[in-house]
């Protein structure tokens, strides 16, 4: 079986141009299946003598090493890549991991930032140039409203409504919500409104909310690299993404008391399924907050 791991090899180096670091990913999860298979057979074998169960065996092995769901995942995936190649190859004529039962990825609950660090971002935005008053507004904004990135760049001046303190925002789906927006991300808002954004725009048509240094629509690549440099002024851990606003958004509001329903509309999920995670996340904090406070814990 070893050549035509390596046929296999060479073809994803060669005719697919997949990248060396790829290819070794490959080889390193073929060759672990390769001698676990070795020692259950003692003798040589190739890729049309391996069955289902033992393809079963092998996993099984993984998981009582301990080995993370998403190591099992890719290593099943590099299999069914490899048989994919026998069959068209004519090297075996049964691909024993066609009816393999999908194995479901671990769910990772969301890594909101706690309350006291989001108060430590957002005061280090400090100054009064057009840049930082223009950066407050961005992330009071995305922590007020809970929004995604996509949908805070998205965002035109007209969506903006200050008398009745929302935004109208378009969703995943092109579905549309209206958001509410706090005191002090309104605030932020109007002055930048007021006082940065026309030294931004270079165009009196620009629809945009949020205009980037070269007078364009700012764009999610550069929220992302103004909330690395804003977190590392904080002393953050963990380098927080900008959505991870978007999970204190809704962490903070299911911990200080509001119900699933609510925060399934404020952030706009059609299911609720995938608000309740964030339950989960708030049990969890609650756990932590016991552990490390009661003196009996």
């Not at 003598?49 to 099984?60: A, C, M, N, P, V």
């Not at 090493?65 to 190859?89: D, E, H, P, Q, V």
């Not at 999920?269 to 708030?282: E, L």
């Amino acid at each position: 079986m070893n050549g035509q791991i390596r046929q296999f090899l060479e073809y994803i180096a060669l005719e697919r141009r997949l990248s060396p670091r790829t290819v070794a990913s490959y080889e390193s999860d073929l060759e672990s299946f390769s001698s676990f298979i070795e020692k259950a057979f003692s003798r040589d074998f190739e890729a049309s003598d391996i069955r289902q169960g033992e393809i079963r065996k092998y996993l099984s092995s993984l998981q009582s090493r301990g080995l993370a769901r998403r190591t099992m995942l890719r290593r099943l995936a590099a299999l069914k890549s490899f048989y994919r190649f026998c069959i068209r190859r004519g090297l075996s004529k049964v691909n024993p991991t066609d009816s393999l039962a999908p194995m479901r990825r671990e769910k990772r609950l969301p890594r909101a930032i706690e309350a006291s660090d989001v108060e430590s971002l957002l005061g280090s935005i400090k100054g009064g140039g057009r840049l930082s008053i223009r950066d407050a507004a961005i992330f009071e904004l995305l922590y007020s409203s809970g929004l995604r990135v996509s949908e805070l760049v998205g965002l035109d001046l007209a969506d903006f409504d200050a008398t009745g303190s929302t935004v109208r925002v378009m969703g995943k789906g092109s579905k549309e919500r209206i958001a509410p927006v706090g005191r002090v991300a309104k605030e932020a808002v109007l002055k930048y409104i007021a006082e940065a954004r026309p030294e931004f725009s270079r165009s009196k048509d620009e629809k945009a909310l949020f205009i980037s240094r070269r007078g364009g629509r700012i764009t999610c690549r550069q929220v992302q690299r103004l909330m690395r440099g804003y977190d590392i002024i904080a002393g953050l851990r963990g380098n927080p993404s900008p959505h991870a606003l978007r999970h204190s958004f809704a962490t903070h509001l299911l911990d200080s008391g509001a119900d699933l329903r609510s925060v399934q509309e404020l952030l706009g999920h059609a299911d609720i399924s995938s608000t309740q995670i964030y339950t989960a996340v708030s049990r969890e904090r609650l756990m932590e907050s016991y552990k490390k406070n009661h003196p009996r814990s």
